[in-house]
């Protein structure tokens, strides 16, 4: 089943405490991007990756890091998390960015004590 | 920076009304356009989408029509369902250059179909 899947689903974790949230396709995507969810603020893209090797930043992407080592991967790295990064993050992915439908994964739900 | 600006932010209709939602962009280069819907407690998923060198699309109940040189682009949707209730979001980003990558969103319209 062609699918993006997140990992983990929720957590809860203390100010300063280093995370990594996973995120897998099995489509080829060459596209791959990390939005964060917040109310009335709606989605806010933080990296994007073109292709393997290629990341770039989008809107917000202060505190937080990403690598894109193989395709089907795009972990999102927060190194020093603080309660202002609480979030519903999503991840998702496109054959190719612009011409291709996004196809986002199921979400993970981050609270930062 | 480019920014998207989405309007109403809360939408209700009795079901069969039609349901207007409406965006603006300041990116001029901005030339793909599309439009998701989030159920409650679910991810993003796309409804239609437009590119600069139409505009209108339809979809059965959905359209969406584009006005480059006002830069605004409207979702409409016919005869509304209860099922319709979700979360919409407009998008805009550009194609074929060096920014291809960002996706900027719009806050999100809550659409509440009543019954």
């Known amino acids: 089943e062609a699918q993006v899947t997140q990992n983990p689903r929720y957590l809860i974790t203390v100010t300063g405490k280093k995370l990594t949230v996973t995120c897998s396709q099995n489509m080829n995507h060459e596209y791959m991007s990390w939005y964060r969810q917040d109310p009335g603020l709606g989605l806010r893209q933080i990296y994007y990756s073109m292709n393997v090797e290629v990341t770039d930043k989008g809107d917000v992407p202060e505190g937080y890091k990403v690598s894109r080592k193989e395709k089907r991967n795009f972990p999102l790295i927060l190194e020093s998390p603080s309660p202002n990064q609480t979030s519903l993050y999503f991840c998702?992915?496109?054959?190719?960015?612009?011409?291709?439908?996004?196809?986002f994964g199921p979400g993970t739900r981050l609270t930062v004590l | 920076g480019e920014n998207v600006e989405q309007h109403p932010s809360t939408l209700s209709v009795q079901e069969g009304d039609s349901a207007v939602i409406k965006c603006t962009y300041s990116d001029s280069a901005s030339n793909y356009f599309p439009w998701y819907k989030q159920e409650l407690g679910k991810r993003p998923q796309l409804i239609i989408d437009?590119?600069?060198?139409?505009g209108e699309k339809k979809d059965q109940r959905i359209a969406v029509t584009l006005n480059k040189t006002a830069k605004h682009f409207s979702l409409h949707i016919t005869e509304t369902q209860p099922e319709d209730s979700a979360v919409y979001f407009c998008a805009a980003s550009r194609e074929g250059s060096s920014n291809t990558g960002k996706l900027i969103f719009g806050q999100g319209t809550t659409l509440q179909v009543k019954p």
């Open positions: 998702a992915s496109s054959l190719v960015q612009g011409r291709d439908t996004q196809y």
């Open positions: 437009i590119r600069s060198n139409v």
